[in-house]
């Protein structure tokens, strides 16, 4: 199983960013998938919920209009688009997919939100 993150780096407040994450391994339009951020010294956090058809999201409400989280099931993969970056938004970005009691953690990838 394999869950692989692309797409972070450094970007200016205000700007935007792509994130991908390709699944293999496992039978990915079964599972929910998730964005998951963690800041240094912080918790990890959940950022954005996809359900398995794309039809249904949930956002946490500090990136609520900011980001959207969709997927592509025949590419077995899942994006986050950021727009409106702000400092406050720099974590490594992590994908999770999740059914039932199965889940997997993707490697993270970095976003930078800086001047």
């Known amino acids: 199983v394999q869950l692989v993150e692309h797409g972070g780096g450094l970007v200016q407040p205000g700007g935007s960013l792509r994130l991908s994450c390709a699944a293999s391994g496992f039978t990915f339009s079964d599972y929910y998938m998730s964005w998951y951020r963690q800041a240094p010294g912080k918790e990890r956090e959940r950022v954005a919920t996809i359900n398995w058809a794309g039809v249904t999201t949930i956002y946490a409400d500090s990136v609520k209009g900011r980001f959207t989280i969709s997927r592509d099931n025949a590419k077995r993969t899942v994006y986050l688009q950021m727009n409106s970056l702000k400092p406050e938004d720099t974590a490594v970005y992590y994908c999770?997919?999740?059914?039932?009691?199965?889940?997997?953690w993707g490697q993270g990838t970095q976003v930078t939100v800086s001047s």
């Open positions: 999770y997919a999740v059914r039932g009691a199965d889940y997997y």
